[in-house]
């Protein structure tokens, strides 16, 4: 052990041990702004500077939160366990502040670093990741037996038939993206993405992190998935008998977990760091990251401010008799698309790209010496009219002719990967619909009568 | 031919594995239960095997006090009835009074009655809502909504009454005061731009996949068990039972107004069901209150009568279609200053007759959102 | 050095906690202990550089088994643990001798035979590696396995149906 | 005559009484029951409100011819009794109310349940047992509603004073409390 | 066959547009002076509270013309004691629901703002933690001596007592009936001036009776009397 390993160490961690934690305090300040502006309030406005009337936008507040509840009485239950109900809070947060380190975050400080040793360039990171995220599970369930309070119970038993049944539709969507790339590396897999080869642009990817991402909000409990702290049902669930910084313990490690959770979708479906302005100034791409994560988290506020819960057998029904078939066809899908058919052009959105750009030009000039319109081209914009006038064996009908026509000209490529990019979507789209149809009960709006 | 079921208070019988049941108290300091109303619940997993209602802990024997004060003097106290409608507690009370002292209404009186308890309507149906929601899971949203809309109404009911919450406005033969100058105008406008909010409002939750899913089928009520247990209000209209005594009665002035009821077909009685009829009652409300502002006429506000009366010994019944059903007085007069007996017959209390019928089987979550499509107010249940 | 100091701690962290697993008659305390024990064997394993392994390790002991175990406590009548019930009983003695038996008879000689030096060289297998193994050579293992699997999962599913099933002929009867 | 008037119920029952000043038919104590059933068989499918009238024992003056013709006043005792009311409504033809009343003493009073026949009267029947201590035959789940179970007396009636202190009386808690003490209940 | 999640994504752009809209449209904020208020019916930014020790927000704010708090006794210009109205009759103590007030008759008379001799209440005190605004003594008194105060800044370190309200501390002139409610207080000193107007002229009345009774002998002097009454009115 030498001196050069533990400066390399300190230099990999630290940074995340601070940025991520100053980055809780400002999403929670963003979140109940957010939050209180879709809900037509104000949100916090007067906390600013202390012992001055500035208000800051209410900025201070999360540090006067932190303060309030570092001060609070921490009250533990008569009968509760004691040594599990401070432990619980503090298991709750060490594995969402590891999983920090599997993110394929490159801090321009990383140059200092004599030999690269961040965890994300571990050969099986993103397993490592989705192995240690499960145990916030097992934190979640400490703290709900250790109250002994029956609504704590109930919110731990919730949250890990939740956890454990989410963790599956998340871990084989991201698995599409691991076959796709052939590495679990999570850096292999970022640099895959490069110049906007993000797999999300590509369908078995837009299907994929769907599903990651409505995973993903179960995985964490936020809304519509928050049952295990549902608040008009079970009071508080596990947090029940938990006030003060323990409390507060909890609330960064579900909050970090968040971030955990964004910036794995971030690396797998949405390019990790990649952005435009990278050639001209690369540490850029840190921004780059934690901008996409800040996207991903500002849509799970929105949803919040809009979204009633699930009720516990409907949660289930989702995960099991949804999401997992959903993303096992996924996974065959992107098999399909990808390793028997071309692969090139199935798996990046080059083709769509250069079929629009093509047909721009061809409209343009037509007299110059320009590529023909793509082959199939014309074939998928039927398709598509039909599929707009909700004509869905029309639509497959002219997709399959332009996958066809695209494949038997010279131009078969860009056709191919046209006519796939949408068949595959609809394809999709079509065996969600049906899924949902199957595993949701006929739930639609009424008629209602009226009396004169 | 008798519907009645009698209430039957054996556990469901479980096949199979022998497990034990997890017995909750939910209430009387939860979130969700309203106030302080407490709910024994027995549970297998997360479905309710058993549920027993606790009440009284908001009682203070309303009744007694009112049969130890003057008529007038317990006008104050219907407020803190329902405290949500503090109007039409009002109004069946002054309602069922004015049947023993035989005193006539002004015109532009009734007229006012009407448009308070229909802006009581608004505000009961709009908060509601919210709070069903609200119990669905939803952060506040649609309840700050409803909110913000109530608000604007309280303000008119503070303007006219000088109070927001606890009006007691209503007298025996009209109205307090009249409204001040102004008011009628501000309440046409507020009245021209609520059909806005409703549009947005349905917009937001009537569609919502979530919300159908967790509100369809469940807590169904059949419209024989909803009349035997004496269900009123817009949880009798969503079991489809077209009984409103705004048309049945026809109390007050409500005979000149051109409105609808809304009702279901009876197939259902869903949560759904009693929250899709607030939410059409609303638009009706609407409708009512812009005849009424059309057609006000001036005038006097209440009719001759004296603060401390003696009426002439009677009983009478007086009723009228409250936002949470059928709001009843009944009085006995004895010819002294005091009635002799005073009952309230709340419709929150009522309806919760059938509360363990419709949360059997179901989960843990539908009891909670089933008691909030009930509609109560422990004010009201406790007395 | 510091591999030694590493291995050490993680090693006493297992034993403690296999011995509190064993001994503690709090029953959920005896799962949290036995999953420190886990995470210590994880640590042993990434010291090895078996990080996949070490992954699989916390995934499905930790996240699957111990989960698995916690759930079937939570069934059983006595959820929140009963100190005052002695569990280290008459049968103990037979208990150790079975220990010390597997021990001695089969532990021993395992080590004494193995090259200890060729063991415990670190190499590095990578994920990919591992996975053309799986999918060349042992790919008629991993499927058979994987039929198992499906099977013993088909098999709970209707163990469980079958429950409801004869509720449903009861109702019908 | 309508079917759904109290003229026809009385022709049907001759054994039930009208009492002109309340508007109320005085059911007997012996059919209560099967007039409810019979009257909820004719239309009557809802009832609106249950509730319970103490009436004291009262010295009544009344104004009486005698036989010479004067005019003289009577004073005779009417004993103590309960009313317990019922309101009942038609749905299906919208009419009402038909006003029920059952007659029982203040000591030991007994009513008929009606609540088998409408479930309306299930709450409201127990608020009149917790406050007036009407004991009603045949009603599923008589419980105390809105006083606690171990409150004594029955606070509408008219002679009802309250205790000096009502944290005397024994409560829950207080037997919780006690348990807890001796180690028996955790929480 | 509708659009997968469609209602999800309806009430997403609803919550949307609300989000936008709060920041541009005032009228969508929950906590907003609405226009269609009487101005100043909130303040527009309650803002650093309390600005000065000692100073209260219902000194600086207007409330609603009917609002009403605790009640108050009223007295008329000059000194409190030589104009108070009310006469200790004690109606509003039977009539209060909650029971709130504690009435004291004096037991001897004083003048009153008329220079008729009356009781005056030796003690009124008003329990306003108990009081519920319900402003019936307001209406069943007689002679308008009661009225709805609208200060709601009543908080007390006291426990007990505190927030019982002597008579000294009720008293409050006309004038300041007239500050906080304009058109009641104006309406009740037209409906007491019609009131003794029509009590002149009954007055009138009877002494006309008895002019006529006494024929044209004291015709003069009652003629005199009642012009002085006038005056007097005027005054």
Request: contains cysteine.
């Amino acid at each position: 052990m030498s001196f050069e390993l533990i400066k390399d160490i300190l230099i990999a961690t630290v940074p995340l041990l601070v940025i991520f934690p100053s980055l809780f305090a400002f999403t929670t300040w963003m979140e109940r702004k957010a939050l209180a502006r879709i809900q037509n309030r104000i949100g916090p406005n007067k906390t600013g500077i202390p012992c001055t009337r500035i208000g800051l936008f209410g900025l201070g507040q999360p540090a006067a939160d932190g303060i309030k509840m570092i001060f609070k009485e921490d009250i533990v239950p008569r009968g509760a366990d004691k040594l599990f109900h401070l432990l619980a809070p503090i298991l709750a947060l060490i594995p969402a502040m590891l999983i920090l380190c599997f993110l394929p975050l490159e801090f321009p400080w990383g140059k200092f670093m004599s030999a690269p040793v961040q965890a994300f360039l571990l050969d099986s990171a993103v397993i490592f990741f989705f192995a240690i995220s499960g145990l916030a599970t097992l934190a979640i369930f400490m703290a709900g037996w250790a109250s002994r309070n029956k609504y704590s119970l109930l919110g731990g038993m919730r949250a890990v038939a939740q956890m454990v049944s989410y963790e599956i539709p998340l871990v084989l969507s991201a698995v599409v993206v691991v076959m796709m790339v052939g590495s679990l590396n999570a850096k292999e897999i970022a640099d895959a993405q490069t110049g906007f080869n993000w797999f999300v642009f590509t369908p078995w990817g837009l299907a994929a992190f769907v599903i990651f991402f409505i995973a993903a909000l179960a995985e964490t409990n936020r809304s519509p998935f928050d049952l295990p702290e549902a608040e008009s049902e079970i009071i508080a669930g596990y947090f029940t008998e938990y006030s003060g910084f323990k409390f507060a313990l909890f609330f960064l490690g579900e909050y970090i977990a968040m971030f955990a959770i964004s910036g794995l979708a971030v690396t797998l479906f949405l390019g990790a760091g990649d952005g435009p302005f990278l050639t001209a100034a690369p540490w850029l791409s840190v921004m780059w990251f934690i901008g996409k994560i800040f996207g991903l988290i500002a849509v799970m506020i929105w949803l919040r401010g809009t979204l009633p819960r699930l009720r516990v057998d409907q949660l289930m029904a989702f995960a099991w008799k949804f999401l997992l078939p959903l993303s096992i066809f996924n996974i065959l899908l992107a098999g399909l698309t990808h390793f028997a058919l071309d692969a090139r052009v199935a798996a990046t959105s080059d083709a769509i790209l250069y079929s629009i750009h093509a047909s721009h030009t061809h409209s343009d000039a037509a007299n110059h010496d320009h590529p023909k319109p793509v082959a199939g081209q014309k074939e998928a914009v039927m398709g598509a009219l039909h599929y707009t006038d909700k004509d869905w064996m029309g639509a497959m009908k002219w997709f399959s002719k332009a996958a066809l026509k695209g494949h038997a000209q010279s131009r078969s490529i860009l056709g191919w990967g046209f006519g796939i990019w949408a068949m595959s979507l609809i394809v999709l789209y079509v065996m969600a619909k049906g899924l949902d149809n199957v595993s949701r009960s006929t739930a639609k709006p009424r008629e209602y009568l009226y009396a004169e | 031919m008798s519907t009645a079921t009698a209430p039957n208070y054996e556990l469901l019988q479980q096949e199979g594995l022998e497990t034990s049941l997890l017995e909750i108290s939910m209430g009387p300091h939860h979130p969700s239960t309203h106030g302080v109303f407490r709910m024994d619940v027995k549970l297998d997993g997360e479905t309710v095997v058993e549920l027993r209602p606790v009440f009284g802990y908001l009682h203070r024997n309303h009744e007694k006090l009112a049969e130890n004060m003057t008529y007038l003097s317990s006008m104050p106290f219907t407020d803190r009835l329902d405290y949500f409608n503090s109007m039409t507690n009002n109004w069946a009370y002054a309602l069922a009074a004015e049947k023993l002292i035989e005193v006539e209404v002004p015109e532009r009186a009734e007229y006012l009655r009407v448009i308070m308890a229909e802006l009581t309507r608004l505000v009961n149906h709009v908060t509601l809502v919210g709070f069903f929601i609200n119990d669905l899971g939803a952060l506040g949203t649609p309840l700050m909504y409803a909110f913000r809309e109530r608000e604007k109404i309280l303000d008119l009911f503070e303007q006219a009454s000088g109070a927001r919450m606890m009006c007691n406005y209503f007298r025996f033969g009209g109205l307090r005061n009249d409204v001040p100058e102004g008011w009628l105008d501000r309440t046409r406008e507020l009245v021209d731009r609520f059909p806005a909010f409703l549009d947005e409002y349905e917009q937001l939750l009537c569609e919502n996949e979530i919300i159908l899913s967790r509100t369809q089928g469940v807590g169904n009520l059949s419209r024989e068990l909803a009349i035997n247990a004496g269900i009123t209000g817009p949880m009798l209209r969503a079991s489809g039972v077209n009984y409103d005594l705004r048309k049945v009665d026809a109390y007050g002035i409500y005979d000149r107004f051109k409105f609808r009821v809304p009702y279901t077909d009876g197939d259902t009685g869903d949560c759904y069901d009693r929250f899709m009829i607030r939410m059409l009652e609303m638009r009706e409300s609407v409708a009512i209150l812009k005849q009424a502002l059309a057609d006000i006429p001036e005038g006097d506000i209440i009719g001759k009568v004296s603060k401390v009366f003696k009426p002439k010994p009677a009983e009478v019944y007086g009723r009228i279609e409250g936002p949470k059903g059928e709001l009843g007085f009944y009085l006995i007069a004895d010819g002294t200053t005091k009635p002799y007996r005073y009952r309230v017959r709340p419709p929150s209390l009522i309806n919760l007759t059938v509360l363990r019928d419709m949360c059997l089987g179901g989960k843990i979550a539908d009891a909670v959102i089933i008691l909030g499509s009930i509609d109560i107010v422990l004010g009201e249940v406790d007395r | 050095m510091t591999q030694e100091i590493t291995f050490w701690v993680l090693a006493v962290i297992a034993v403690l906690g296999a011995l509190v697993a064993v001994r503690r008659r709090n029953l959920i305390h005896g799962v949290f202990a036995l999953m420190i024990f886990f995470a210590a064997l994880s640590g042993l394993f990434l010291l090895l550089l078996a990080e996949f392994i070490a992954a699989v390790q916390i995934l499905v002991y930790i996240g699957a088994v111990g989960i698995l175990l916690l759930f079937a406590i939570m069934l059983t009548e006595r959820v929140t643990g009963d100190d005052a019930r002695d569990i280290t009983s008459r049968g103990s003695f037979w208990g150790w001798a079975a220990a010390l038996a597997v021990l001695v008879f089969l532990l021993l000689p395992a080590i004494q035979s193995a090259d200890l030096a060729q063991t415990t060289q670190p190499h590095n297998p990578s994920v990919k590696a591992l996975g053309q193994q799986m999918m060349d050579p042992y790919v008629i293992t991993l499927e058979v396995l994987a039929l198992l699997l499906t099977a013993a999962l088909i098999g709970a599913v209707a163990a469980s149906q079958g429950g409801e099933k004869t509720k449903e002929d009861i109702d019908d009867a | 005559m309508s079917e759904l008037s109290h003229e026809f119920l009385l022709k049907e029952f001759p054994e039930a009484q009208w009492d002109e000043a309340a508007g109320a038919v005085i059911l007997p104590a012996a059919n209560a029951r099967t007039i409810a059933e019979w009257l909820l068989a004719s239309g009557w499918d809802y009832c609106s409100n249950v509730t319970g009238v103490d009436y004291l024992e009262a010295e009544v003056k009344e104004k009486t011819t005698n036989a010479e013709g004067e005019t003289e006043t009577v004073t005779r005792t009417e004993p103590g009794r309960i009313d317990v009311v019922y309101h009942l409504y038609s749905i299906a033809n919208k009419t009402g109310p038909l006003v029920l009343k059952q007659r029982t003493g203040r000591d030991g009073a007994t009513a008929e349940s009606l609540t088998p026949v409408w479930r309306s009267c299930d709450l409201q029947e127990r608020e009149v047992y917790d406050l007036f201590g009407v004991n009603f035959k045949g009603h599923p789940d008589q419980r105390r509603i809105l006083m606690w179970d171990e409150f004594e007396g029955h606070p509408m009636r008219r002679d009802y004073s309250e205790p000096f202190d009502y944290e005397w009386e024994p409560t829950p808690h207080a037997e919780i409390l006690e348990k807890h003490q001796r180690g028996k209940v955790i929480i | 066959m509708s659009i997968l999640g469609g209602g999800i994504f309806k009430g997403m752009a609803v919550t949307l547009r609300n989000f936008v809209g709060s920041y541009f449209y005032k009228e969508r904020l929950t906590t907003n002076d609405y226009e269609w208020r009487p101005d100043g019916a909130l303040p527009q930014s309650i803002g650093d509270y309390p600005k000065e020790e000692g100073e209260q927000l219902s000194d600086t704010t207007t409330v609603n013309h009917y609002s009403r708090n605790f009640p108050m006794l009223l007295h008329d210009t000059g000194e409190p004691m030589d104009t108070i109205r009310c006469v200790a009759c004690q109606i509003c103590e039977r009539e209060c629901p909650p029971q709130c007030i504690y009435i004291e008759k004096s037991t001897e008379k004083i003048e009153n703002a008329d220079g008729k001799p009356q009781f005056y209440p030796a003690k009124f005190d008003i329990d306003v933690s108990v009081c519920m605004s319900c402003q019936i003594c307001v209406e069943v008194c007689p002679f308008d001596a009661i009225v709805m105060n609208s200060q709601f800044e009543l908080s007390t370190p006291d426990r007990f007592g505190g927030l019982l309200v002597r008579r000294d501390d009720l008293l409050k002139s006309n004038d300041y009936y007239h500050k906080i409610h304009p058109q009641e207080a104006a309406a009740r000193d037209q409906k007491m001036a019609d009131d003794k107007a029509a009590k002149v002229a009954k007055k009138k009345a009877a002494a006309e009776k008895a002019k006529a009774a006494a024929e044209a002998k004291a015709a003069s002097a009652a003629e005199a009397k009642a012009s002085e009454d006038k005056t007097e009115d005027a005054e």
